[in-house]
């Protein structure tokens, strides 16, 4: 059982990235996925998770209305789509699965990806 992120870089202000999680050993697509970040110094923090059945999904105010999660249940692969991309967006981005779809939380995640850096600068 294993999640694998990648995806991360370099972006300038107001740039994009996409990361991508793929997860091996289990199906994705029956569990909530989603994505938490850790910026140095600060408290790692959910940003984003999906439920099964994608019927509700959780952001943080710091990255609503710029980040978009989704998944494609046939490559078992969840994403994060990061637009709009400021320097406080610059952390470690995990991949993690179970996620709690509304507070956010890891209480219920028992399986992390390994982190991809992402560094938001001009």
């Known amino acids: 059982v294993q999640l694998q992120a990648s995806g991360g870089g370099v972006a300038q202000p107001g740039g994009s990235l996409r990361l991508s999680c793929a997860a091996s050993?289990?199906?994705?697509?029956?569990?909530?996925a989603g994505w938490f970040r850790q910026a140095p110094g600060k408290e790692r923090e959910g940003i984003a998770c999906l439920s099964s059945g994608d019927s509700r999904i959780y952001y943080a105010d710091s990255v609503k209305d710029r980040f978009t999660i989704s998944r494609d249940n046939g490559k078992n692969l969840v994403y994060l789509q990061m637009n709009n991309l400021k320097p406080e967006d610059t952390a470690v981005y995990y991949c993690?699965?179970?996620?709690?779809?509304?507070?956010?939380?890891?209480?219920?995640?028992?399986?992390w990806g390994q982190g991809t850096l992402v560094t938001v600068s001009s």
């Open positions: 050993g289990f199906a994705l697509d029956k569990y909530a």
């Open positions: 993690a699965s179970p996620c709690d779809h509304v507070r956010g939380s890891d209480r219920y995640t028992d399986v």
